[in-house]
Nanobody, 128 residues
């Protein structure tokens, strides 16, 4: 599977916003699930958001109403708009683009450990 490249992380204060990007140069990108996950210090990886090939979005309860996942298939790029950031959002954020293999994409948001094709990650730090 393709290994994407994540960008857009940074340091913000509580209540701030960031927009992460995930680029995966694959010919069949449009048919892939795209999954954002994160891993904070001393924590296990947790699923954050998924968008399927039809644009259907699924979010972890902890980010619903604050984060928005989207994709631009023409650019082989997915995005994670993060608003109202909190200190507990501090983590390394990773993206994976993968063929769901017949399993609904939304299933993976609660099963991030199944994915083996995460990118290198981009750091998000939220203070106060």
């Amino acid at each position: 599977q393709v290994q994407p490249v994540e960008t857009g992380g940074g340091s913000v204060q509580t209540g701030g916003s960031l927009r992460l990007s995930c680029v995966a140069s694959v010919h069949t990108y449009r048919r892939y699930c795209v999954h954002w996950s994160r891993q904070g210090p001393g924590k296990e990886r947790e699923g954050v958001a998924i968008i399927d090939n039809d644009g259907i979005q699924t979010y972890a309860d902890s980010v619903k109403g604050r984060f928005t996942i989207s994709r631009d298939n023409a650019k082989n790029t997915a995005y994670l708009q993060m608003n109202s950031l909190r200190p507990e959002d501090t983590a390394m954020y990773y993206c994976a683009a993968f063929d769901r293999g017949g399993v609904p994409c939304n299933w993976y948001v609660s099963h991030p450990a199944v994915i083996n094709s995460w990118g290198q990650g981009t750091q998000v730090t939220v203070s106060s």
